[in-house]
């Protein structure tokens, strides 16, 4: 059972930078993907960034290439996505979340992923 815990949201004016830590605990195996998705208010969840645990992605969202970076740190069982150049529109609920299935594939459904997080709130003031 993966158990994932999200930090590093907070308030930030438009154009500054935040960081986003998710702690992975429980196992994650190398093959896994482990992605970003974000959710504002009245609008489907969405998908952001993901990677492969044991290395290989990164896939991005259109809206964010260029602006956020995806990264893991096998040693300390943590994956991180920096965020460059905040938009008011990335304000959203992030979460972390796991898709354990044994594939090359980086989907970007959020049915595909079986591990998520709680959430952590981001807002980008204008």
């Known amino acids: 059972q993966v158990q994932l815990v999200e930090s590093g949201g907070g308030l930030v004016q438009a154009g500054g930078s935040l960081r986003l830590s998710c702690a992975a605990s429980?196992?994650?195996?190398?093959?896994?993907?482990m992605g970003w998705f974000r959710q504002a208010p009245g609008k489907e969840r969405e998908f952001v960034a993901a990677?492969?645990?044991?290395?290989?992605?990164?896939k991005y969202a259109d809206s964010v290439k260029g602006r956020f970076t995806i990264s893991r740190d096998t040693a300390k069982n943590t994956v991180y996505l920096q965020m460059n150049s905040l938009k008011p529109d990335d304000t959203a609920v992030y979460y972390c979340?796991?898709?354990?299935?044994?594939?090359?594939?980086?989907?970007?459904?959020?049915?595909?992923?079986?591990?998520w997080g709680q959430g952590t709130q981001v807002t980008v003031s204008s």
């Open positions: 990677l492969k645990w044991g290395g290989g992605g990164p």
């Open positions: 979340a796991v898709d354990s299935t044994n594939t090359i594939r980086v989907l970007t459904s959020p049915y595909a992923y079986d591990y």
């Open positions: 429980g196992g994650t195996a190398s093959w896994s993907t």
